[in-house]
């Protein structure tokens, strides 16, 4: 499984609905794993994003769907970055 940082900022109508973010994420997770994919961690952060969230996903469709599944809902907007593990940064580098 490749693993997926998703940026999260909130909009206007996800901010006015902050409450309502714990049932969002629980049912962010569920819509993760329907669709093959894993939501491992989430965090609120301070600055220029409000959240991060941590994924894991077969591929990189799936992953985008998962990311987008979350955007269509209007809370959140996402940029999501495929991270590489620091075994796969030494294969990279060392086909170099």
Same mark, same amino acid.
């Given at each position: 499984?490749?693993? +997926?940082?998703?940026?999260? #900022? &909130?909009?206007?109508?996800? !901010? ?10 629980? @049912? ?14 989430? +965090?609120?952060?301070?600055? #220029? &994003?409000?959240?991060?969230? !941590? ?10 769907? @998962? ?30």
């Amino acid at each position: 499984m490749s693993t +997926y940082i998703s940026l999260l #900022r &909130y909009t206007q109508k996800g !901010i006015e609905n902050v409450k309502e973010s714990p049932n969002r994420l629980d @049912a962010a997770r569920k819509a993760f794993e329907k669709r093959g994919a894993k939501l491992k961690d989430f +965090y609120l952060v301070s600055g #220029r &994003y409000d959240a991060i969230v !941590i994924s894991e996903a077969p591929d990189d469709a799936t992953a985008a769907t @998962a990311s987008l599944s979350l955007a269509t809902q209007g809370n959140v907007r996402t940029e999501t970055l495929r991270a590489f593990t620091e075994e796969e940064f030494r294969k990279i580098v060392g086909g170099l």
